[in-house]
């Protein structure tokens, strides 16, 4: 038998729906590239949302259409996902920090109809327009201006497409299992993989970030968000916050510690998001100038670990919480966040700050396990260690385009992550046995970089692993055996790389040895490289 309750489902234009009527007032801030403060409120981004959202349906898009988003963190940017979303389409975030030959395949994978392209990222458009296969349109964000030059290239202005929008356009109802946003993510091999969200996913994860024992989200809450929206959502908060009715701070496109340490200060933020890298940065600036962080109660870091000595710096010098997360595209993309238990209350505070070191415990809607070499889940003691696994209805189930499911027969997702968990269900990351590097929170792939190193005439074989880096958190380290009889040089094997991939996948440095460590299938064992080789930046930088 069902129940009798009401049939209508969790949709995203539910929550924006929500902030317009309910939060109206509240401020939605966004920052432009000079640093210049846009001043709006949930009200005006719920009706230009709609006003957009509108202006799509009469261009004759379609329910569960592609459109495609470049742009960083901006009040456009988020009316854009809320408008695409809320008509029936699908938001496709794309990261324009990709390889211009990447952002292309995933536009053509996704088959975008629409790109909404921030004016800063025009040379992408310029160079590639040409090779997207199924773009009808183009729109430029940001203030009108160059308007013959657009014209000329076929672009429209999203300020014309929203003026010509309805303000009195409603919201239709919506299948909460239908399609809502698309974010791709690194294959280990090969091309980036989609991972396409439905409404209900989107709702059901916003609802548990803000969860006390997660992000801890109220309407008395002012967030910045640092952690781009084309990284899942930034973390989900492009929803919770409007589900919450928090104040948001939408920083643009500088990152750098001191706009963040500024914006924080000017606008009494309560909580931020964002990756070590940037974190580390904040740090610098304070310590450099001597600001405090007076507002700030507490900062989400995750996409990579996050160094314990940061933790402590945080609580001892700024009285700031560090709730450290797990989490990856694939599974929405929280899966754990590290508060603490009603137990912890009474210790002492040097090991409750110890506590807060590891990744954390799962939320209600994902169970973790760690598995053996056959599959056999491994104790809860702390010490075991295995492949993570994770299951649960914010976990993906296939790729966009795939036939073929993603989860084990008991509907299991392997994360690529290697881990302990203790008694208490906390979760220490201790390894990766994916073969991507992740530095500042982006993916390199070990095996793109091989591929290209191992096309080199000197070069026998090479391995390419990560290595600890204090900025970056990871750096890409090549160990290579040279072809015998012939001394490459490091600078050589570095320039190969030049115009094969982003420049920032560029490899730091290369190390020759004479032999490469081999597993009996021949191929180098990069768990033993990863182990000799941990701590060559730094030992590198201290001479
Ligand atoms: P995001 O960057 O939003 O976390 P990605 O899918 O790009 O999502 O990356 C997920 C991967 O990042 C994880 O599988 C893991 O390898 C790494 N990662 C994320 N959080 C942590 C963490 N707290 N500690 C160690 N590695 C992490």
Redesign the pocket.
């Given at each position: 038998m069902k129940g009798n309750m009401t049939k209508i489902g969790l949709t995203t234009n539910m929550l924006i729906s929500h902030a317009e009527k309910n939060h109206g007032q509240t401020e939605v801030l966004s920052v432009d590239v000079k640093g210049d403060v846009e001043k709006s409120t949930w009200q005006k981004v719920g009706e230009r949302a709609r006003k957009i959202a509108s202006a799509l349906d009469k261009l004759g898009l379609k329910k569960g259409d592609r459109l495609g988003t470049i742009s960083p963190n901006n009040k456009e940017h988020l009316e854009l996902l809320y408008a695409i979303s809320g008509f029936g389409g699908i938001a496709h975030t794309i990261n324009p920090r990709l390889f211009p030959d990447e952002i292309v395949y995933i536009v053509n994978h996704a088959e975008d109809k629409v790109l909404f392209v921030d004016s800063s990222y025009i040379a992408i458009l310029i160079g590639h327009r040409h090779l997207f296969e199924t773009v009808e349109h183009i729109y430029l964000m940001g203030p009108k201006k160059d308007e013959f030059a657009a014209n000329m290239n076929g672009f429209k202005f999203l300020n014309d497409l929203t003026d010509d929008g309805d303000k009195n356009y409603n919201w239709p109802e919506l299948n909460e299992n239908d399609a809502a946003v698309l974010c791709y993510?690194?294959g280990t091999t090969g091309n980036p993989k989609g991972v396409l969200y439905s409404h209900k996913s989107i709702v059901v994860h916003a609802n548990l970030v803000s969860l006390p024992d997660n992000f801890n989200l109220s309407a008395r809450d002012s967030l910045l968000l640092v952690?781009p929206m084309f990284?899942?959502n930034a973390?989900g908060v492009t929803y919770a916050s409007a589900m919450v009715g928090s104040k948001l701070v939408l920083p643009g496109p500088n990152l750098d510690g001191k706009s963040v340490v500024s914006l924080i200060n000017n606008e009494n933020i309560t909580m931020s998001f964002a990756?070590p890298t940037i974190w580390e940065e904040v740090l610098e600036q304070l310590d450099k100038t001597g600001e405090k962080l007076e507002s700030l109660d507490r900062i989400l870091?995750?996409?990579?670990?996050?160094p314990e000595w940061m933790i402590r710096q945080f609580k001892n010098d700024y009285s700031v919480h560090v709730i450290?997360?797990?989490?990856?595209?694939?599974t929405s993309?929280l899966g754990t966040a590290n508060t603490p238990l009603g137990a912890h209350a009474n210790l002492p505070k040097k090991q409750k700050i110890e506590k807060m070191y590891n990744?954390g415990r799962p939320n209600w809607s994902v169970q973790i396990k760690i598995v053996d070499r056959e599959g056999i889940e491994l104790p809860r003691d702390g010490e075991s260690e295995g492949d993570l696994l994770v299951k649960g209805p914010t976990v993906i189930e296939r790729y966009l385009h795939d036939k073929q499911s993603s989860l084990d027969n008991d509907g299991w997702f392997k994360?690529?992550?290697i881990g302990k968990i203790d008694s208490e269900g906390y979760l220490e990351?201790t390894d990766?046995s994916?073969d991507?590097i992740?530095s500042g929170?982006e993916?390199i792939s070990s095996l793109e970089l091989e591929e290209i190193v191992r096309g080199h005439d000197k070069i026998h074989d090479a391995a390419v692993i990560g290595v600890d880096h204090k900025k970056w958190n990871e750096r890409p380290l090549v160990i290579a055996e040279a072809v015998k009889g012939t001394n490459p040089k490091e600078k050589e094997i570095l320039d190969f790389f030049k115009n094969k991939i982003a420049k920032w996948q560029i490899p730091d440095a290369v190390v020759f040895v004479d032999e490469l460590p081999l597993s009996s299938t021949g191929k180098p064992i990069k768990r033993d490289l990863r182990f000799e080789f941990k701590n060559y930046f730094e030992e590198k930088k201290n001479g």
């Open positions: 993510t690194s952690t990284h899942v973390w990756i870091s995750g996409g990579t670990a996050v450290h997360a797990w989490g990856m595209t694939e993309p990744a994360t690529g992550d990351i990766r994916k991507l992740k929170g993916w």
